[in-house]
């Protein structure tokens, strides 16, 4: 089941489903190696949130997290 | 390979060791930024390889070449041999982090679409295999069809056999393998190469496919780059591309970036292969911490306190023994020299701006050193992460942590380093509120005034007063940035928000020889550029202090009896006259016309003050009575009322006006630059200025009846 | 005043000082703005 980057919990593994963010954005998660289909482990969770995906960490707003669907790994 | 020198281009994510490689090939110094799209300067040098003398540039980061930012725009229009101030490259070296293969060779797979020789060099293999990754360098040449060279650039492991590399490429057959776009994609992309880059554009060969997709996967040109002539026929053509595309069920802003990430992986497979199960790693462990909720403000506080308490407390025996030298070296000197004109002004003008400007290098050095050991080892990157909440709430953006801590260093690498905020509004608001952080150039004067005045109570053992005044007054800094920039978010319309995105490198024990010769370099910018400044300014100043000429006559005639000769001739001065002339403007904050004086000449910059201080109060020195400024501050009384002219009012109330008024003409003309308009540097100076004497009118005031 | 050799260099000293201020923060800075004119970055954040 599909549901907003946000509401995953820290340690838990995903899945990238489907960005709906504005293309700009879009494009940078991309480039960031953050595509649809790619696994992903949330680090830490706060407000913003740090996502592992491969071997990449990215820090993203919560905002950008809200537009993000995952599902669980 | 060509026995002709090359132009060989360094090209990479940023956080890959691109600036460690460029410094293990050239031997030049450069600057190296562990924070994500802070490499904004190219750098250039020389290799020999081979008995051959090539060119070497570091190109700024970029994680793609669809630019975003100016930065990575020069970088791709480096590459595709369109960017008028650098040679086009004839090689390029693809930097890619080895412990993040895939990622990096996304840019890589984008470089050899353009058809350049390339040469694929895997750094940080020591840290891959740290974290138990396994790569096969000769699978990978062999799927990507180039030269892959594994390397450890900090270790300086590799360097031969990279040089080996270029040496033995063959140029004229740039052959690498290609991914294979889909058939929707292909269709798109000579949609646009047909209908519009080659019938309509100057676009260079070599960049066409590569502006094709960049073109389908961003909807349309908005900036003129290149001088389209008919953008009607353009636009057309690239809504007719993503049609097909999405027609197909795919969306037009991925399907190129899928298909990459999809070759990459083919590439990959086999060839690179991490060892058991994911473990947590040491920047796993550090991040926990770091950028925990609670743990991380305050650790980020802590880290701020104990870097400004060590450049007070380490620098000053450094400090008292530059002092020294320069006392006795304007006494030698004023002794040697026949008295006249030319020793007074060696000796008051020169030797004494001199001495005030090379006193603050050993500060200058550890602030630096502090500020690239942070960058070194990743930690920017998370303060950015920890202070976004709060940034956001006050109307900034996480990204403004970066500028604003550049800041510390000096205002102008910070504005230009807020090219990295996307969003306008969020921008000009962190350029506007600067300015507020304390620079280096701010830190003589604090100095000067804390050593003077403060007393250097101990305080929790560990602490001294003067170390927390002065962490103080970098808070006071932040403060009223905080608060400038929530009155200018109700000000400035919202707009649409960038939201906070950004890539977090692992943590590493940074190059000590690039942070040292990174330091050394900024020590050498402040002497060279402020320090020549400085000095001028000062042998002016010492004309406008000496002359004209008060007689012996005229002193004795008009004279108070408590008043020296020397304070007769200076408040008789151009200098003093027009001291005088402002004096009424500033009493009220407490500053008399010496401080006056100093005020106007460091609105040139803020370190001039001490060099103005220290000329003036050396104008009419005996022979061999030469003490400190900070003894001279102490000693000052004013002739009129018989009192220090420096209380501890006065020191507070001029930390104060240092702290917020605008008083660097270099960032108001960076301002200008950076933004485009007069509007906004005329903008920052009234209110800055505006904010500072009022700050300081009701610090004196308050201290003063307290 | 008189003019001795200490007072002609101290005078020349001065002379090349204004000079070079002159340069550094009239001249340098005009002619800068005339080159860069044609690129700068607007509000949309996109370099024109």
Not at chain 2, 191 to 204: A, G, H
């Given at each position: 089941m599909m549901h907003p980057l946000n509401t995953s919990k820290e340690g838990e593994n995903i899945v990238v489903r489907c960005l709906n963010c504005n293309c700009d954005d879009t494009g940078r998660l991309n480039e960031l190696g953050c595509v649809e289909g790619a696994n992903?482990?949330?680090?830490?969770?706060?407000?913003?949130?740090?996502?592992?995906?491969?071997?990449t960490r990215l820090a993203i707003a919560e905002d950008l997290a809200k537009s993000i669907l995952v599902s669980p790994a | 390979?060509?026995?002709?020198?090359?132009?060989?281009?360094?090209?990479?994510?940023?956080?890959?060791?691109?600036?460690?490689?460029?410094?293990?090939?050239?031997?030049?110094?450069?600057?190296?930024?562990?924070?994500?799209?802070?490499?904004?300067?190219?750098?250039?040098?020389?290799?020999?390889?081979?008995?051959?003398?090539?060119k070497i540039i570091d190109?700024?980061?970029?994680?793609?070449?669809?630019?975003?930012?100016?930065?990575?725009?020069?970088?791709?229009?480096?590459?595709?041999?369109?960017?008028?101030?650098?040679?086009?490259?004839?090689?390029v070296l693809v930097i890619a982090d080895a412990s993040n293969l895939d990622r990096n060779l996304y840019l890589a797979t984008q470089v050899m679409d353009l058809n350049m020789p390339v040469v694929l060099v895997l750094n940080m293999m020591d840290i891959a295999e740290?974290?138990?990754?396994?790569?096969?360098?000769?699978?990978?040449?062999?799927?990507?069809?180039?030269?892959?060279?594994?390397?450890?650039?900090?270790?300086?492991?590799?360097?031969?056999?990279?040089?080996?590399?270029?040496?033995?490429?063959?140029?004229?057959?740039?052959?690498?393998?290609?991914?294979?776009?889909?058939?929707?994609?292909?269709?798109?992309?000579?949609?646009?190469?047909?209908?519009?880059?080659?019938?309509?554009?100057?676009?260079?060969?070599?960049?066409?496919?590569?502006?094709?997709?960049?073109?389908i996967s961003e909807g349309e040109f908005n900036d003129p780059f290149y001088k389209f002539e008919q953008p009607g026929v353009g636009k057309k053509a690239i809504a007719k591309a993503r049609k097909n595309?999405?027609?197909?069920?795919?969306?037009?802003?991925?399907?190129?970036?899928?298909?990459?990430?999809?070759?990459?992986?083919?590439?990959?497979?086999?060839?690179?292969?991490?060892?058991?199960?994911?473990?947590?790693?040491?920047?796993?462990?550090?991040?926990?911490?770091?950028?925990?909720?609670?743990?991380?403000?305050?650790?980020?506080?802590?880290?701020?306190?104990?870097?400004?308490?060590?450049?007070f407390s380490w620098a000053t025996p450094f400090m008292d023994m530059i002092d020294l030298f320069f006392v006795e070296g304007g006494n030698w000197i004023a002794n040697t020299l026949p008295p006249g004109m030319l020793n007074d002004l060696l000796v008051e003008g020169v030797i004494a701006g001199l001495g005030g400007v090379v006193i603050f290098i050993p500060q200058i050095l550890f602030l630096f050193f502090f500020i690239y050991i942070l960058?070194?080892?990743?930690?920017?990157?998370?303060?950015?992460?920890v202070m976004d909440g709060f940034m956001t709430k006050v109307g900034l953006h996480g990204r403004s942590v970066v500028p604003l801590m550049s800041g510390f260093a000096c205002a102008i690498p910070g504005i230009m380093a807020a090219r990295t905020i996307e969003n306008w509004r969020d921008r000009i608001i962190t350029i506007m509120v600067l300015p507020f952080m304390a620079c280096s150039a701010r830190l003589p004067v604090y100095a000067l005034l804390i050593a003077a005045f403060i007393p250097a109570t101990t305080v929790l053992g560990v602490f001294t007063l003067q170390g927390i005044t002065f962490f103080g007054l970098y808070i006071f800094g932040i403060v009223m940035a905080v608060a400038a920039a929530a009155v200018m978010k109700k000000i400035f319309p919202t707009g649409q928000q960038t939201p906070f995105i950004m890539e977090l490198p692992s943590y590493k024990i940074p190059t000590w020889a690039v942070v040292f010769q990174n330091t050394a370099e900024r020590g050498k910018v402040f002497v060279t550029e402020a320090g020549k400044i400085i000095v001028a300014i000062s042998i002016v100043l010492w004309f406008l202090a000496s002359f004209p000429k008060a007689g012996t006559e005229q002193y004795e005639a008009e004279a108070s009896s408590t008043e020296t000769i020397e304070s007769f001739q200076l408040r008789h001065s151009f200098a003093g006259k027009f001291g005088k002339l402002i004096e009424p403007a500033i009493e009220p904050i407490g500053f008399d016309w010496k401080i006056g004086i100093s005020l106007l000449?460091?609105?040139?910059?803020?370190e001039v003050m001490v060099g103005t201080l220290n000329t003036i109060y050396s104008i009419g020195e005996e022979d061999g009575d030469h003490v400190t400024l900070k003894e001279k501050l102490i000693n000052d009384i004013n002739p009129e009322t018989g009192k220090p002219v420096y209380s501890i009012a006065t020191a507070i109330s001029l930390m104060i006006f240092f702290a917020l008024a605008m008083q660097c003409m270099s960032t108001i003309a960076i301002v200008k630059r950076e933004t485009n308009s007069w509007k906004w540097p005329v903008a920052m100076f009234s209110y800055m200025t505006a904010l500072a004497y009022i700050c300081s009118f009701i610090a004196f005031q308050l201290i003063s009846s307290w | 005043m008189e003019l001795d050799l200490q007072t002609i260099v101290a005078f020349g000293i001065l002379l090349v000082v204004v000079a070079y201020l002159a340069n550094r923060f009239v001249i340098k800075p005009f002619r800068k703005s005339k080159v860069e004119q044609g690129h700068h970055c607007g509000p949309d954040c996109k370099c024109m």
């Open positions: 992903g482990r949330i680090l830490s969770k706060q407000k913003n949130i740090i996502l592992q995906v491969g071997e | 390979m060509s026995s002709e020198p090359l132009t060989i281009a360094l090209v990479g994510n940023p956080n890959t060791g691109k600036s460690t490689i460029f410094n293990a090939l050239t031997g030049l110094r450069q600057k190296i930024a562990n924070y994500p799209g802070i490499t904004v300067e190219r750098k250039a040098g020389t290799t020999i390889i081979g008995g051959v003398l090539h190109l700024p980061g970029a994680y793609s070449l669809n630019y975003k930012k100016l930065d990575e725009r020069i970088a791709y229009e480096t590459l595709i041999g369109s960017y008028e101030h650098e040679e086009v490259p004839d090689l740290q974290n138990g990754i396994t790569i096969n360098a000769e699978k990978i040449s062999k799927a990507l069809g180039i030269p892959v060279v594994p390397i450890s650039a900090k270790n300086k492991e590799g360097i031969e056999t990279l040089k080996k590399a270029i040496q033995d490429l063959d140029l004229t057959k740039p052959d690498p393998l290609k991914w294979v776009p889909s058939k929707a994609l292909n269709k798109a992309i000579e949609t646009v190469l047909d209908e519009w880059i080659e019938p309509y554009t100057q676009v260079p060969e070599r960049a066409r496919y590569i502006e094709a997709l960049r073109l595309i999405e027609d197909e069920g795919a969306n037009p802003v991925a399907l190129e970036v899928l298909q990459r990430y999809n070759f990459i992986s083919d590439c990959t497979s086999g060839a690179s292969s991490q060892n058991g199960q994911q473990k947590r790693t040491l920047t796993d462990k550090i991040d926990a911490v770091v950028t925990h909720k609670v743990a991380g403000p305050a650790i980020f506080a802590l880290i701020l306190l104990f870097m400004f308490q060590a450049i960058e070194g080892t990743g930690y920017m990157a998370r303060a950015a992460f000449t460091s609105f040139a910059a803020r | -």
